[in-house]
């Protein structure tokens, strides 16, 4: 393909893309965002929470004495 041919391929795609528009369910989004409450969502991802935070290691750190 000569390279008029491939310019004109990619600037109709980039027209093309400029003016996309996705329908966007906006009060989905915005429940999912707001941070629901959800036991059932909360349940779900409680496996891949850290247990122990960040805060109390170093907490532990400074009351045994000990350094990293």
């Known amino acids: 393909m000569g390279r008029g041919r ?3 391929k990619h ?3 980039a027209r093309e ?3 996309y528009s996705p329908d ?3 009060n ?3 429940s999912e965002l707001g941070g ?5 969502q909360l349940d779900k991802w409680a496996d891949y929470a850290d ?3 960040e805060d109390d290691d170093y907490a532990d ?3 045994t004495g000990r350094t990293a």
Do not use: F, G, P, R
């Not at 629901?36 to 059932?40: C, E, F, V």
């Open 51 to 53: 247990v122990q935070s």
């Open 11 to 13: 600037t109709k795609i």
């Open 36 to 40: 629901s409450t959800d036991t059932a």
């Open 61 to 63: 750190e400074y009351q």
């Open 28 to 30: 989905a989004l915005q």
């Open 24 to 26: 966007v369910n906006y």
């Open 17 to 19: 893309l400029k003016s």
């Open 6 to 8: 491939q310019k004109a």
